[in-house]
Structure formats: structure tokens, C-alpha cells
């Protein structure tokens, strides 16, 4: 099995994705040995994978990878965007939304979405967002999790842009593997329909 990194630039990856200098020894190590074992089995692959994806959700730059897109989203700098997700973790700065499985975290977007409801949206896994129909656009990014639209036939997943425009109507279900947090800025409300 080839590596797809080369072995120069582990160190290097270990560096970005841990938050702490145990967690970065850890990950070099882990990353040596992988880079060291051109044999290895896909179990031993597996399990380096595990560590090193445990690490890094773990890690308070979980979502540095989607800063680039999300300081255009939201019109925020990294600072800015690592300053909402440290109080995001805060359970307490989370409020319920309109349904028990459903969890809202409201901050003030820059000044090109101003004027417009900026937030994090929180899912159970596994639960459904039911039909609805989109009284002004609305834009999401989603950050963990994925979710599949019912009327696009189509999975969304990290990293992903899903626009739905005023007029729209659709239904959304969670992924059963774990809860789904969404980036959204809205321009309207949504309307609950066939309820």
C-alpha cells in the first residue's frame, strides 16, 4: 500500500492537527511507524487512522481545515472564527430550537451576511428535518455529519455548500453516525409545511 503523503511532510501534518505537544509527539510517532511499514495491514492502518482522527476532533482546531470557507461564509477572520468556536463548546451558549433534536447557536456574522441570521444548527444523528419550505435563501456548510435532501436525491457532507433559494420546499434526514452541525446564515425564515 502506497502512502499518500509523503514521509518528509508527517511531521509537519502531526504539527497542524494536534493542539498540544503530547498530542504532537503522539502523532509523529504514529506517523513514523505508518510511513516505516510499507507492510503494514489495513488493520494496523485502520487503527493509526482512528488515533489520529480521534486526535484531531479532540482538538480545538477540529475545523481549521474549513476556515478558508468559512471566513468567506460568514465574513469572519481565523481569530474571530476560533474565539465563536471556543464558546460553540460551551453548552450553555446553545439554545433549543424548534424541535428537542435540534440545537441553535447564534453569533454576529461580518459585514457582508449583516442583517442576516448567522449561526451553528446542531442535529441528533439520525433525525429528520421535516418538510419545509424556505421563506428567504439560506445557505449551509456543513461541518460534521452529513445529511441527505429528499427532493434533490443527494447527500451533503463536510465541507459542502448547500444553497436553497427563497420558494424552495424540501426534507432533510440526518445521517445515523453521528450528529450534524451545520454553518448557516439565513436571509428568511423557514415555514414547516404538510404539519
Known amino acids: 500500500m502506497k502512502s499518500?503523503?509523503?514521509a518528509s511532510e508527517l511531521p509537519e501534518i502531526a504539527a497542524e492537527l494536534a493542539h498540544d505537544d503530547a498530542?504532537?509527539?503522539?502523532?509523529a510517532e504514529l506517523f513514523a511507524r505508518l510511513s516505516a511499514a510499507p507492510d503494514a495491514t489495513a488493520t494496523d492502518l485502520?487503527?493509526?487512522?482512528?488515533?489520529?482522527l480521534?486526535?484531531?476532533?479532540?482538538?480545538d482546531e477540529r475545523y481549521a481545515p474549513l476556515f478558508g470557507?468559512?471566513?468567506?461564509?460568514?465574513?469572519?477572520?481565523?481569530?474571530?472564527?476560533?474565539?465563536?468556536?471556543?464558546?460553540?463548546a460551551n453548552e450553555a451558549n446553545w439554545e433549543p430550537g424548534p424541535a428537542p433534536w435540534v440545537s441553535l447557536?447564534?453569533?454576529q456574522g461580518g459585514p457582508a451576511v449583516a442583517g442576516l441570521d448567522t449561526g451553528l444548527v446542531r442535529f441528533k444523528k439520525g433525525m429528520p428535518?421535516?418538510?419545509h419550505r424556505h421563506l428567504g435563501d439560506e445557505r449551509v456548510l456543513i461541518l460534521d455529519g452529513s445529511y441527505f435532501d429528499q427532493e434533490e436525491r443527494r447527500w451533503y457532507g463536510p465541507g459542502d455548500l448547500h444553497h436553497m433559494r427563497e420558494g424552495t420546499q424540501h426534507s432533510l434526514q440526518m445521517t445515523a453516525e453521528r450528529d450534524v452541525l451545520l454553518a448557516v446564515v439565513m436571509a428568511g425564515e423557514i415555514e414547516i409545511v404538510g404539519g
Do not use: I, N, W, Y
Request: charged residues 30%.
Open 4 to 6: 499518500l503523503t509523503p
Open 23 to 27: 498530542e504532537r509527539a503522539e502523532l
Open 46 to 52: 485502520a487503527r493509526g487512522r482512528a488515533r489520529l
Open 54 to 59: 480521534s486526535a484531531v476532533a479532540q482538538s
Open 69 to 88: 470557507k468559512l471566513t468567506r461564509f460568514f465574513d469572519l477572520s481565523a481569530e474571530a472564527l476560533r474565539a465563536m468556536f471556543e464558546r460553540a
Open 105 to 107: 447557536f447564534h453569533f
Open 129 to 131: 428535518h421535516p418538510p
